[in-house]
């Protein structure tokens, strides 16, 4: 596709909480590009363009800025005739995002996003990829820290791992340093959360449609942990992390297996905490929460009064730049597998994974910086590295679409980490 347009890049949703960050990072990353925002309100619009722009001392007056509401069809699709790229910042995306895609389509332009919502994900791509690929458009979600780090980190595992990569395991952990503040993530964030655990009986039926076509019976099957346990890294108290990363990494690996013939892999996600009573917590809290979203009232209560049931965690305002800059996170990998390669995926290995390695994915502000940086990084890439991208387009996850790109290296210049901890013989 190449379709003259006026801009490469238009930030959706910029006078957001996260579309705020992401208009910062775009001073740098998007640089040498034509980027502007769009949204509902000039004024709000004009004044996000003022505060950035005072923030990082860059006039950013003459940046475009283009009107376009959700609940107008038609703006949406004049907003994507405009660019090459939507950066789409407008959560929860089960409320808002689908419209986007549906002009997207329209105008023949490639999207990314930052949902982390499983039924958006994978309801959309049953909806929506065949659509894609024969606009010749790519349609990216997950694109922040759900799930960059867990979908590219599996990606350099394997291309690390000299042999087949069998499972793999993840641990996400966050450190924050200094004084903890209250407020600490966003009402967004937290609203998206609500929606998807509110909805997750459609996973089934999305799933059943979806994935139609088995996947071969590989093995020795990755057994899942229990439910609170200690991880191998860093010997901490451990849960199953609920996010979407799971669900990125299984649809990476069934694309590369459709794709490419490639024996797909098993992987589980888990999330660490400091110690056993923040463990407790967090279990009282998500007991709390599964209980509440699964009735109208408390899914509303939940909406209604996020601090109370967060317990003064979230907040309209959102955290301070201090608190988020003052967050780093680590996500360990250990993958399983074999030296040897077979010559089908449907070939059974008869003896037991004999080599392990260690890798992880490092940086700082997971829940904003991190997840604007790599949204940005994404957008990009579709843009100067689209012959090295599956070449039909389609609703991908970041795995499927990024693999044989510079997307790693380019985070790794943008405050992330890959590396590799450790490989040896089993």
Known sequence: ?????KLDVVIFGASGFTGKYTVLESIKLLGNMRWGIAGRSQ???????????DKAKTDLSNVPIVLADVNNQDSLINMARDCRVIVNC????????????????????????????????????????????????????????????????????EQQFDGVVNSVESYIFSKQKGRKEMGAI????????????????????????????????????????PTIHRSEHGNKWSLPFQGADRSCVARTQRFFYETENKRPLQMRAY?????????????FIGAIFWLMVKTNFGKQLLLNYPRLFSLGLVSHEGPSDQAMNNVDFALYFEGKGWEEKLASPTDKYTTPPNKVIRTKVTGTNPGYGATCVSLLLCARTILLEGDRMPGEGGFLT?????????????????????EVLSQAKL
């Open 1 to 5: 596709m190449n379709l003259a347009r």
């Open 43 to 53: 004024n709000k619009l004009e004044e996000v363009l003022k505060e950035v722009g």
């Open 90 to 157: 407008c959560g929860p995306y089960r409320l808002f995002g689908e419209p986007v895609l549906k002009a997207c389509l329209e105008a023949r332009t490639h999207h990314v996003d930052v949902s982390g919502e499983p039924q958006f994900l994978e309801g959309m791509q049953l909806k929506y990829h065949e659509a894609a690929k024969e606009k010749g458009i790519y349609m990216i979600s997950a694109c922040g820290f759900d799930s960059i780090p867990a979908d590219m980190g599996t990606v350099f595992l």
């Open 186 to 225: 966003h009402y967004g964030t937290w609203a998206s959360a609500v929606h998807a655990m509110a909805n997750m009986r459609e996973i089934g039926a999305i799933r059943r449609q979806l994935f139609a076509k088995k996947l071969p019976d590989v093995r020795p099957k990755l057994q899942e942990r």
């Open 271 to 283: 999330i660490s905490f400091g110690g056993l009573s923040e463990v407790l917590a967090v279990s």
């Open 398 to 418: 970041p795995g499927a679409a990024f693999a044989k790109t510079s997307l790693i290296e380019e985070l790794c210049k943008n405050g992330f980490t890959f």
